[in-house]
């Protein structure tokens, strides 16, 4: 198809596309009791689409371009991945031996259950992802994922294990304690991994006012703003309810993001390869610094642009 012709089409339609179309997909792929080899190879798919969308549509072309990056960030999605699967694989395991009372509403329409799911899963890891920008030794494993230069959506599957883990823990433990079923949870994974891909990307979709609840792509950019304090805003994962309650929204439509305008002022110097990033939260480097807050001339130039 013409280029003119798909750009619309990505515009407008991508999101829609991944969270009706993709998510849609493994709620029903789910509910079947498929194998769960179809939701990985949904996943993957979903991951070509990301890609694909970015290079029809960029927002900005030099984010399309490895710098340096690209083994790094599939070895990242891939570790964290896998994890996922295995998470989701000892949920029965966990619901046999912690969970309180089975208070979950098994009678409710499949795809109910997995939006409640969502919706419960979303306050635990924006709180999670809140505190990890406040407190210290969080901060630590979370710069991994600020480490970025260029914004597309495999960096949402960039982030180190364990904080992938700490932040999932948070989102799922209040509904294992409630009993949630397996095949819920096996949808609900691959809605996270779609919301991480698609609130990252690099392509130039819109959503119209559903930016102001949805925490996708136009909102995140402004976390990803490397000045101290001035990224800590839209922390949300699914959607931006917390954030309006916190207090930590922030969008201005006229704001156009750069490569230097990402990643972290107070740490230019974050180590970029996998297995260095994985070991910098235990180092003595790692730690939080105070500096990196934006200089006059920064505020200046970052209103003008
Ligand atoms: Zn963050």
């Given at each position: 198809m013409h280029r003119t012709l798909i750009q619309p089409v990505i515009r407008y339609g991508y999101v829609p596309f991944m969270l009706l179309g993709v998510n849609g997909a493994a709620v029903a792929l789910a509910a079947s009791g498929a194998s769960k080899l179809w939701l990985v190879g949904l996943l993957l798919a979903a991951i070509g689409c990301s890609f694909a969308a970015e290079r029809a549509l960029?927002?900005?072309?030099?984010?399309?371009?490895?710098?340096?990056d690209g083994g790094r960030d599939v070895a990242h999605a891939g570790v964290n991945e896998l994890l996922l699967l295995v998470s989701v694989g000892i949920i029965p395991l966990l619901a046999a031996t912690v969970t309180v009372a089975d208070l979950w509403p098994h009678s409710w329409p499949f795809v109910l259950q997995v939006l409640a799911a969502i919706l419960i899963a979303d306050l635990g890891i924006t709180l999670t992802h809140y505190a990890s920008h406040k407190v210290g030794v969080l901060w630590r494993f979370h710069a991994v994922h600020h480490s970025i230069k260029r914004f597309y959506g495999f960096n949402g599957l960039m982030k180190h294990p364990l904080h992938q883990t700490l932040e999932m823990s948070a989102g799922v433990a209040p509904l294992i304690l409630i009993g949630l079923p397996l095949d819920v949870a096996s949808a609900l994974a691959v809605t996270v991994a779609v919301q991480l891909l698609l609130q990252h990307s690099?392509?130039?979709y819109r959503i119209g006012a559903l930016k102001y609840v949805l925490a996708l792509n136009e909102g995140h950019r402004f976390h990803h703003l490397k000045w101290a304090g001035i990224?800590?805003?839209?922390?949300?994962?699914?959607?931006?309810t917390w954030d309006h309650l916190l207090g930590t929204f922030s969008y201005d439509p006229t704001r156009r993001f750069t490569?230097?305008?990402?990643?972290?002022a107070a740490k230019p110097n974050y180590p970029t390869a996998y297995l260095a990033q994985l070991a910098e939260p235990f180092r003595a480097s790692g730690s939080c610094h105070t500096t990196g807050a934006p200089t006059d001339d920064e505020v200046l130039s970052a209103a003008r642009d």
């Open positions: 960029p927002y900005e072309q030099e984010w399309n371009s490895p710098a340096g690099n392509a130039d990224g800590d805003v839209n922390f949300g994962l699914f959607t931006l490569s230097d305008q990402l990643g972290m």
